[in-house]
């Protein structure tokens, strides 16, 4: 069975600061892989994914993410916060022999100081 | 734009009482899919549906079941509820050929 974590639970920096979140599964073989964002009080939204090519992804607001799949990591990554970017995180795996199962991270709060 | 949307935002039900949790999609989106959300544990699958009438058990399907009578629409059912079911609930809806799943704002349920 797939299982992701995600290394830290909550995270606190202030803005500009650099962050990187980190996340690693166990499933041997081909892999999507997702990042979502939970800002407060709205809905669970896509961030990023990658399906194949280039390991290096960019998403929206700044974000982007590296697969390295020798590490069997996805490590989700902004050169500098904004205090926007206060939110919860979750890292999703779905191999694509499980078929229609999407496996979430437990998540990581990340909280930006103004 | 994608919509999801859930019947209630927020609910208060008492051990024992039968829960509905209602689910509706206005994309035509054949998958749907119902998680709960508890701290640390992040997202987990409780049951999914690939087409109408269709249903799947996710990975914590025990206590719940699920309908799908329509297409656009996913029910989730707590036949008896317990305070262990004290829980965000939330439904996510996708198109077969893509990946992306959109989520709906989330029902938080309270089992007294």
């Known amino acids: 069975a797939q299982s992701v974590s995600q290394h830290n639970h909550h995270v606190i920096l202030s803005e500009a600061a650099s962050l990187e979140l980190g996340c690693n599964y166990s499933y041997g073989g081909t892999v999507n892989l997702f990042w979502y964002v939970q800002y407060p009080g709205q809905h669970l939204q896509l961030l990023l994914k990658?399906?194949?090519?280039?390991?290096l992804v960019k998403g929206i607001k700044g974000f982007e993410a590296e697969f390295i799949k020798s590490k069997f990591s996805f490590n989700l990554r902004k050169p500098s916060v904004q205090w926007s970017d206060t939110a919860e995180y979750f890292c999703a795996v779905n191999a694509r022999a499980a078929g229609n199962k999407l496996t979430f991270g437990g998540g990581t709060r990340v909280l930006v100081k103004p | 734009d994608v919509k999801v949307t859930q019947s209630s935002r927020y609910l208060v039900k008492r051990t024992g009482e039968k829960v509905f949790l209602e689910c509706v999609q206005d994309?035509?989106?054949?998958?749907m899919f119902w998680y709960r959300q508890d701290p640390g544990l992040g997202l987990r699958l409780i049951y999914f549906s690939y087409d109408v009438k269709m249903k799947e058990k996710g990975d914590i399907p025990e206590g719940y079941s699920v309908s799908r009578e329509k297409k656009e629409r996913f029910s989730l059912i707590l036949e008896s509820a317990s305070t262990n079911q004290t829980s965000m609930y939330l439904c996510?809806?996708?198109?077969?050929?893509?990946?992306?799943?959109?989520f709906g704002p989330g029902t938080r349920l309270t089992v007294t």
């Open positions: 996510a809806s996708r198109e077969d050929r893509a990946h992306e799943q959109y």
């Open positions: 990658y399906f194949s090519g280039d390991p």
């Open positions: 994309m035509d989106h054949e998958n």
